[in-house]
């Protein structure tokens, strides 16, 4: 299904107008603490899908609505979300309760997070990378030897710790305490992995290895990616430019996938669910029925970014932060 659409662009400045003669001031009012917090808190941070991306739920309980996550991560049944502005959070995602760890880390703008096991390693912005295996309550330093210390992803695999920095990726071998540089042609925004295979997003395109990261090679070079994601052994890669390509046979051959709308923004996150595909721009949420051949805008939103996605069962979540755009917003 394909839906045609008009809008207007028109400069950040004169979305919101204004007009005296008609306005209405609502009298002053003072808040408690706790309808402050209330009014803080609608659980919009999080939200939730159980038809496959079609309509969603605020599902963030606790949160505050001003929450930027960049980064959500399983652990067991509960959820980890990573944000720029409160550091880390732990909670079910089906209940309103979330816990704050890590107020001890050197800053709270967390850049990225990954769990194996009872291990949550965090990269904490120009500060490098942290581990903690309390669930957050104490925390360790891993930054001895690593020479870039702005941390963008991280994964491990077979005990071999990964990090993708501004200046390419560092490992980190079980057991070793020093840090050693395998790749060093660009920034490494995100690593994914499925099946023994690694693939990462760069600036200058998709790289992929075989052999837990040891060796890499260029799959696309076609421009800067935003993000990378494996979905049913595909890869589907996430360009700044807002073009999506997939490619079904490990980066062998890649096809440029159409879809609507998609001006002035990039794709953020895609994930699966049940054979469904969904992914987000800055238009809303659009989802695929045909493993990502063809694609509908099904949920149009353009007040939030729903910036992550995870997967528990059938149900999936969307972190979200604010929509910060300099273009009018569309109308459909």
């Known amino acids: 299904m394909k839906k045609i659409a008009c809008w207007m662009i028109v400069p950040a400045f004169l979305s919101v107008c204004s007009s005296p003669s008609n306005s209405i001031s609502a009298p002053s009012q003072k808040m408690s603490p706790e309808a402050k917090s209330a009014a803080l808190n609608t659980g919009k941070a999080l939200y939730a899908s159980y038809d496959f991306g079609l309509t969603w739920t605020p599902s963030g309980g606790e949160l505050p609505d ?6 959500m991560e399983k652990m067991g049944e509960q959820l980890a979300l990573a ?3 409160y550091g880390l959070f732990i909670g079910h995602p089906e209940k309103p309760v979330w816990k704050r760890v890590g107020q001890d880390l050197p800053n709270q703008k967390i850049t990225a997070l990954h769990i194996s096991g009872a291990e949550m390693y965090a990269g904490v912005y120009e500060a490098g990378i942290f581990v903690s295996k309390d669930e ?3 925390w360790t330093s891993l930054n001895k030897g690593l020479l870039d210390l702005s941390v963008r992803s991280i994964l491990k695999v077979k005990g071999t710790l990964l990090v993708g920095t501004n200046t390419g990726i560092f490992r980190l071998e079980q057991g070793q305490t020093r840090w050693q540089k395998i790749f060093s042609e660009g920034q490494v925004t995100s690593l994914k992995t499925a099946v023994g295979k690694i693939v990462g997003g760069t600036n200058l ?3 992929f290895s075989e052999d837990g990261g040891n060796n890499w090679r260029w799959i696309i070079k076609k421009g800067a990616l935003h993000n990378i994601s494996i979905l049913s052994d595909k890869i589907i890669a ?3 430019s807002g073009d999506l390509r997939i490619s079904a046979d490990w980066g062998k051959t890649w096809e440029l996938v159409n879809y609507f709308p998609r001006q002035y923004s990039y794709i953020y996150e895609a994930a699966e669910a049940a054979g469904y595909f ?3 721009n800055n238009y809303g949420v659009h989802h695929s029925e045909d493993g990502g051949k063809t694609w509908a805008l099904v949920f149009p939103n353009e007040e939030t970014v729903f910036y992550d ?4 069962g059938q149900t999936i979540y969307a972190g979200t932060r604010g929509w910060n755009e300099r273009r009018g917003k569309s109308r459909f």
């Open 83 to 85: 944000t720029s502005n």
């Open 238 to 240: 996430m360009e700044i």
């Open 205 to 207: 395109g998709g790289i």
């Open 66 to 71: 001003d929450a930027s996550i960049e980064v």
């Open 278 to 280: 969904v992914f987000s």
């Open 136 to 138: 957050g309550a104490t």
């Open 309 to 312: 996605f995870q997967v528990f």
